[in-house]
């Protein structure tokens, strides 16, 4: 399999991976921390209305989700890749962060979530993916 091929099946990868994982934590949330009474969480609209009324213990796992979602997808997609990993990982970061930035769009959170969101959970975990991987080369 060739250098350029593999490098995009570890993106793809990586992207199923940290999706499955990001996933996995937005369905156990509820039930650790359960939403304000009320709150329709399949419902885009009800999210939409009842965002006031969330606090901080709320948004643990959303961000834990993003974060740890794509430090495992960059970290899988880092493993996979035939060269260039940091860029392969990157990259996976880079389709997440998209997502969250799209996320911060439709849903009207506190700046102060959607800032730490965006800035730290993101890029920074995968490049930590990265360098988890221990393959520099």
Do not use: C
């Not at 990982?89 to 700046?111: E, K, R, T």
């Amino acid at each position: 399999m060739g250098y350029i091929l593999r490098n995009i099946l570890a993106v793809i990868v990586g992207i199923l991976v940290g999706g499955t994982v990001n996933m996995a934590l937005v369905v156990v949330s509820g039930h650790i921390i359960p939403p304000p009474e009320g709150t329709d969480v399949s419902s885009i609209e009800s999210l939409q209305a009842s965002i006031p009324l969330f606090e901080p213990k709320h948004f643990l796992f959303p961000f834990l989700a993003h974060a740890l979602g794509t430090l495992v997808g960059a970290l899988v997609a880092s493993l996979i890749a035939a060269s260039r990993r940091l860029l392969v990982a990157m990259l996976v970061g880079v389709f997440f962060m998209m997502g969250g930035l799209a996320n911060v769009l439709v849903l009207p959170s506190p700046a102060w979530f959607s800032a730490l969101d965006l800035l730290g959970a993101y890029l920074p975990m995968a490049w930590l993916g990265w360098r988890l991987s221990g393959r520099k080369r």
